[in-house]
């Protein structure tokens, strides 16, 4: 009955303060409860635990240590990034026109035995058949186009000179139509011996070789081709010779008879 009650003694004793220990808990908890709350009106969030001395349970309670990261030696270096090169915009050229082919042409030399127009003949073909100017003209034409005589053959040109020819051989017919005087001969059968003085014009008086005498004035014929007076001066009397060649190019040439003192006969 002792023992029982001895144990039973203890058994109040240990239940005692057990319930003791409890409400001890039970109470700091709750102040602590109620500071926390104090805490947490006055403090921001990361501040709290702090000022209650106490562990900040969000913070875990073993950090895990950084290893540093090794670099490694077969880490391959960052590549530079070629730059881009200027794109070069190739114009597309134009096709040049290919170069024709040259065609080579024989050169013909001048015509031998084409005789001259004097222009007072051609003026009067003008006036007076107009089929042979048209002749002249076509042939005057064909023989300025050097490269179409050059694709002749030697005897087509032949040929073509032999005609031309032949209309200007027909051009000295109409030559001798012109009414020729005694002063129609060469330069050197006249000589010029003295001047009359007019008003309107000078005279020149002219000596052949027979000692006949003649007056010249502006406009007269003189010489063997045609000629015709110019000018009459106290020096020379002028005369200018006109004609018209193959080509139907104007040509001229001038010619002067000076004055000369007539010898007086012995």
């Not at 144990?7 to 709750?30: D, E, N, P, R």
């Not at 010249?216 to 200018?240: C, H, Q, W, Y």
Request: hydrophobic fraction near 35%.
């Amino acid at each position: 009955m002792q023992l029982n009650k001895h144990v039973t003694g203890m058994s109040i004793s240990t239940v005692f303060l057990v319930v003791l220990g409890t409400v001890l808990v039970t109470a700091l908890a709750h102040s602590k409860i109620k500071d926390l709350d104090l805490v947490k009106k006055s403090s921001p969030p990361g501040d709290r635990y702090h000022s209650l001395k106490v562990r900040d349970p969000f913070i875990p309670l073993v950090r895990k240590k950084r290893v540093p990261a090794k670099h490694s030696l077969l880490q391959s270096t960052p590549k530079k990034i070629p730059k881009p090169k200027p794109v070069t915009i190739h114009k597309k050229l134009k096709d040049t026109p290919k170069a024709k082919p040259v065609a080579t042409h024989k050169e013909r030399k001048e015509p031998a035995g084409m005789p001259l127009i004097p222009m007072v003949v051609y003026k009067k073909i003008q006036d007076t058949d107009p089929k042979m100017e048209a002749n002249l003209k076509y042939y005057e034409k064909l023989f300025n186009n050097k490269a179409e005589l050059g694709k002749m053959t030697d005897k087509k040109y032949n040929a073509v000179v032999s005609r031309y020819r032949d209309v200007l051989l027909r051009t000295q017919k109409i030559r001798e139509s012109f009414l020729k005087t005694e002063l129609q001969i060469p330069y050197s059968k006249l000589v010029f011996v003295g001047i009359i003085y007019k008003k309107n014009q000078n005279l020149a008086l002219v000596e052949t070789q027979d000692h006949k005498g003649y007056a010249v004035r502006i406009g007269t014929f003189m010489g063997p081709n045609l000629g015709i007076v110019e000018d009459v001066n106290k020096k020379s009397i002028i005369i200018a010779e006109r004609y018209r060649n193959y080509l139907g190019e104007v040509l001229e040439k001038k010619q002067d008879i000076t004055f000369k003192m007539p010898t007086l006969p012995s």
